[in-house]
């Protein structure tokens, strides 16, 4: 909206507004904005969850120490989001589609975290949408967001081309083009599209759910990876560094710079509040959001590979449920790991839950920073 009023609007009558023409000028005030929204409404919104004993209810097969977190606000998430949306549609150019798709993720994968958490909070225990719900509605918002990008595509402001490390040649497309007119083509490439999107924006979604279960540990590892993609996007939209690190641009993606920096100030700025001991919560409706919404920038910018290096600890979260349950399914009972997901190993094996915390978000930034340098070593 600012840049809309005061750049194309204003600046020929006060020509310092040219300034918001600058996506790092309006990055940085959209991460300062949405840290500014967290840190001021946090202990309202506290008070108000109190209030309303809107509280945690802890799942009686997990860790016996997290009995005593029983109580604690939840729901926090609706913070997050908000103080990702606000400044987005403050700073960012709203004629930019990319920026509207990226609130259409995080805004659908929210509401369903938020009817999770309602249900939860309406049973008074820790059951809210079953699993195939859940997963459902995940699939039906990737489906829509496909649906977008192919429509984008059609309009030559989307490729399917996917950026590969350390390969500057290699770029798979997610969607073959017709053959010799072959009407079949189309159909069976847009379903391995639509599979790519679910496997990659769901998985993500729900990996940053499944981290959530330690006090500032999902949110800790967001803020690296947020502040990671960030990076990405901004090089991505910029043409000279697209160009010098060979990557594939998408013309206006740069605008996914205010997104993103508004999700790493909102994020630092809930941490605050969620560090240990947490004082609040995020609950589904912030861990589907922000971990839906970081799958899709990543789509957007065609860095659908380093997401698994920068959301590196998420995956490794959901991959040790995944073959936790495959094991004891397919092994008659036995177990990989003493409790899933991964940071409940260890704390079955007795270590302190701040210990375990910050030695997930040192992995996570090693992860991350990984996933920059591999954009130089192409």
């Known amino acids: 909206m600012f840049y809309w009023l005061l750049f194309e609007q204003l600046y020929q009558y006060f020509s310092p507004f040219r300034v918001f023409r600058f996506i790092t000028f309006r990055a940085a005030f959209a991460s300062l904005t949405a840290l500014f929204l967290c840190l001021v409404l946090g202990p309202w919104l506290i008070r108000k969850l109190r209030q309303f004993q809107i509280g945690q209810h802890i799942r009686e097969e997990g860790p016996k120490s997290h009995q005593k977190k029983a109580g604690t606000p939840t729901m926090g998430g609706v913070l997050i989001v908000i103080s990702i949306v606000l400044p987005t549609l403050l700073w960012a150019n709203l004629a930019n589609p990319y920026v509207w798709i990226a609130l259409f993720g995080i805004l659908s994968f929210g509401a369903i975290g938020f009817w999770d958490d309602y249900t939860k909070i309406r049973n008074k225990r820790n059951l809210g949408l079953t699993g195939r719900k859940k997963f459902a509605l995940q699939c039906v918002v990737a489906l829509i967001i496909g649906g977008f990008l192919l429509i984008l595509r059609e309009q030559g402001a989307y490729s399917t081309s996917m950026n590969v490390p350390f390969f500057k040649w290699f770029r798979p497309s997610l969607v073959i083009e017709p053959l010799l007119g072959n009407p079949f083509t189309y159909p069976l490439a847009f379903t391995f599209f639509f599979l790519f999107l679910i496997l990659w924006i769901v998985g993500m979604s729900n990996g940053v759910n499944l981290t959530d279960g330690l006090d500032g540990l999902a949110i800790g590892l967001m803020v690296v990876a947020a502040a990671a993609m960030t990076a990405l996007t901004y090089t991505s939209g910029h043409a000279e560094f697209a160009r010098y690190l060979d990557l594939v641009r998408v013309p206006g993606a740069g605008e996914l710079t205010i997104f993103c920096a508004a999700m790493t100030g909102a994020c630092l700025g809930f941490l605050w509040y969620n560090a ?68 409940h190993h260890f704390e079955a094996l007795g270590w302190a839950e701040s210990k375990i915390i910050v030695r997930f978000w040192i992995a996570g930034l090693v992860m991350a920073l990984f996933a920059l340098t591999t954009l130089k070593l192409r």
Do not use: N, T
Request: hydrophobic share 55%.
């Open 276 to 343: 240990h001991p947490a004082e609040i919560f995020m609950g589904d409706v912030g861990s589907l959001a922000l971990g839906g919404s970081l799958a899709v920038v990543a789509v957007l910018i065609k860095q659908e590979i380093l997401l698994l290096f920068i959301g590196g600890v998420f995956v490794l979260e959901a991959l040790s449920v995944i073959l936790q349950v495959a094991s004891y399914k397919l092994r008659g009972g036995k177990r990989i790991f003493k409790m899933a997901p991964l940071h």
